[in-house]
């Protein structure tokens, strides 16, 4: 049997170097670790994976998220948990090109939440008026909703493809091997309720 076991010569062991982890907690200021999501001292949330999480965040706490998110990236950039709650943060403001980079950096830094492919389609629609996105984006950016759905068909998803093919696809009168129709039924099929209608339609047109 040969490759089962390779042994290291003695003192060969590569060793990663040592990246700092750790952020300011915007809640308390005291300093946490990025890989907790909660704040051990105040007990608030670090990092969020929806942007109902930051909705209703006040302006001065927004700013402060935004503060320590980027603090903390400039010294570890690879942090995908970070990277994604910047990219949230952005977007809830209406940044949506520099929530899309967050997201994109995310997703190339190892994320493999689906919900940050989600966010990538949704900000990079947000990001350019629907009349100047050409089509090959638009086939981009289904593709990206596609994958998050491989991960987690959930009906929020089929809902915004369904709007996005509606919208980008079948009003330009171009053929796509989906229907808004099929992705609506999807969605249907896995219990949209009015509830995520509202959410969904909040994060494509407000
Ligand atoms: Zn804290």
């Known amino acids: 049997?040969?490759?089962?076991h390779t042994h290291q010569p003695a003192g060969q062991e590569t060793t990663l170097p040592t990246v700092s982890n750790t952020m300011t907690c915007p809640g308390c200021g005291e300093s946490v670790s990025m890989d907790m999501n909660i704040c051990a001292y105040c007990r608030r949330k670090i990092t969020f994976t929806s942007v109902k999480d930051v909705r209703?965040?006040?302006?001065?706490?927004s700013m402060k998220f935004l503060r320590a998110y980027k603090d903390a990236l400039a010294t570890n950039p690879n942090h995908p948990a970070v990277q994604m709650s910047l990219g949230l943060m952005q977007f809830d403001r209406g940044d949506y090109a520099n929530a899309l980079s967050a997201f994109d950096a995310a997703v190339s830094h190892g994320s493999d939440d689906p919900e940050t492919y989600f966010y990538r389609a949704v900000s990079r629609f947000?990001?350019?008026?629907?009349i100047h996105i050409k089509v090959t984006e638009a086939k981009e950016l289904l593709e990206l909703l596609d994958i998050a759905i491989s991960m987690n068909p959930l009906p929020q998803y089929n809902?915004?493809?369904a709007y996005l093919i509606r919208?980008?696809?079948e009003k330009k009168g171009i053929a796509?091997?989906?229907t808004s129709s099929d992705a609506m039924a999807a969605a249907r099929a896995e219990h949209l309720s009015d509830a995520d209608i509202a959410d969904m339609d909040a994060l494509l047109t407000t």
Request: glycine share 8%.
């Open 1 to 4: 049997m040969l490759g089962l």
């Open 56 to 61: 209703g965040m006040s302006a001065t706490d």
């Open 126 to 130: 947000r990001a350019t008026k629907p």
């Open 159 to 161: 809902y915004v493809k």
């Open 167 to 169: 919208r980008l696809i």
């Open 176 to 178: 796509y091997r989906e």
